[in-house]
């Protein structure tokens, strides 16, 4: 038998599982259906970490295709009410109750152990609902601020690329949290920095993506507003993971969460921004 039939199951194994794995991925931060599974493995949503963005770029589409359906009927500002609930509603606040329970844990918390107890409260705190309410405002507003091809644009690099930065923290911080009271036991571990590299090939996929449905969208976003999205960005996301550290010694599922919903408005914001200098 040659090496390359030997090959051939191998490749189609591989794709299978990060097959199998996408999927994984889209049933934990979705509640879209997917195809029930013979057999699982508790490791399999731990490595499907690595297929996030492809979630955020699955739901930037679907939330893409809602704003401009809405365009159509209503005003911008209504558009992107219309585009942002039906968000929530697809992704089941996953993220948005992470931020509020962050808002919360670390707002209210003076010490470790009580700001991870106030986290794990199911009740909403006056920092959970402000900080919520302020991140919602904000990305209504912006959305509804752009030109309509350009908020395409901007739905669907924002979630792709902030769950991308989500998942950095994995790479970059022990966890933080109480393993035994993890919502997700296998997800309270690293991702190794190979991991977090191969993740990135879906951001990429997404620029490719709009860069050829939309060329004319890119170049209404000028090259500073880029610039300043990534900077703002990385801004946030090194916030939270610093943020993290100091007052959990590592990340938490609700900082995940927090990080995501932080890193897409500051996306939203470098696009919007006026940059005279650059």
């Given at each position: 038998m040659s090496k390359k039939s030997l090959s051939r199951p191998t490749i189609v194994h591989l794709i299978k599982h990060e097959y199998r794995l996408l999927l994984v991925?889209?049933?934990?931060?979705?509640?879209?259906p997917v195809p029930s599974f013979t057999s699982y493995d508790p490791q399999w949503l731990h490595q499907s970490s690595r297929h996030f963005p492809a979630v955020g770029l699955l739901v930037g589409l679907l939330c893409a295709g809602v704003f401009w359906l809405s365009s159509a009927l209503f005003t911008p500002l209504v558009a992107a009410v219309i585009s942002t609930a039906f968000g929530i509603k697809l992704t089941g606040a996953f993220?948005?109750?992470g931020l509020a329970?962050?808002?919360?844990?670390?707002?209210?918390?003076?010490?470790r152990e009580r700001t991870l107890t106030i986290m794990k409260d199911s009740r909403l705190g006056t920092y959970g609902v402000l900080g919520l309410v302020s991140a919602l405002l904000l990305?209504?507003?912006l959305l509804a601020s752009m030109p309509l091809s350009v908020a395409i644009v901007a739905l669907i690099i924002g979630h792709t690329a902030s769950r991308l930065l989500c998942i950095s923290l994995l790479a970059l911080l022990p966890y933080g949290g109480e393993i035994e009271h993890a919502k997700a036991k296998p997800m309270a571990q690293q991702l190794t920095p190979l991991?977090?590299?191969l993740s990135s090939g879906w951001l990429l996929l997404a620029g490719m993506l709009v860069g050829l449905i939309l060329p004319n969208a890119m170049q209404q976003i000028e090259l500073g507003q880029w610039l300043?999205?990534?900077?703002?960005?990385?801004i946030a996301t090194d916030y939270m993971r610093r943020l993290l550290r100091r007052r959990l010694d590592g990340y938490t599922g609700d900082g995940l969460g927090a990080t995501q919903q932080l890193s897409e408005v500051a996306i939203y914001m470098g696009l919007v921004a006026s940059v005279p200098f650059i």
């Open positions: 991925a889209i049933q934990f931060l979705t509640r879209l993220h948005e109750d329970d962050s808002c919360d844990g670390l707002g209210g918390g003076l010490t990305k209504i507003t991991q977090g590299l300043l999205a990534l900077l703002l960005a990385l």
